[in-house]
């Protein structure tokens, strides 16, 4: 994963290193942590950003839709740190 974002940062002309932000611990009971990097955009391209999830599994993040515990034994944990639909909103909303 970090191999890759920072391919796509390089192609759209972004800072080599990330701003890193640490998002607040929405729900300290689920063992996950998530962390933004963002990789400032230039020359009108698109901004490149990773939302980092530690601890989590291979399950989607999020708040409102929570998935068995079986799931959990079979993926890992689910993240309730961010809604993945309104993060990936608002990264499509900042792309003008």
Do not use: C, M
Not at 17 to 45: K, W
Not at 68 to 77: K, M, P, Q, T, W
Not at 85 to 95: I, K, L, R
């Amino acid at each position: 994963v970090e191999t890759s974002i920072r391919i796509w940062s390089k192609l759209a002309n972004g800072d080599a290193s990330p701003r890193t932000i640490d998002l607040a611990d929405a729900d300290p009971d689920d063992g996950t942590r998530a962390q933004r990097q963002i990789f400032a955009a230039r020359n009108g391209r698109p901004l490149v950003e990773l939302i980092r999830i530690d601890g989590g599994g291979h399950v989607e993040p999020s708040r409102n839709e929570r998935y068995a515990r079986f799931v959990a034994r079979v993926l890992g944990r689910q993240s309730a740190e961010l809604e993945t639909a309104e993060a990936v909103w608002d990264f499509f909303a900042q792309q003008g």
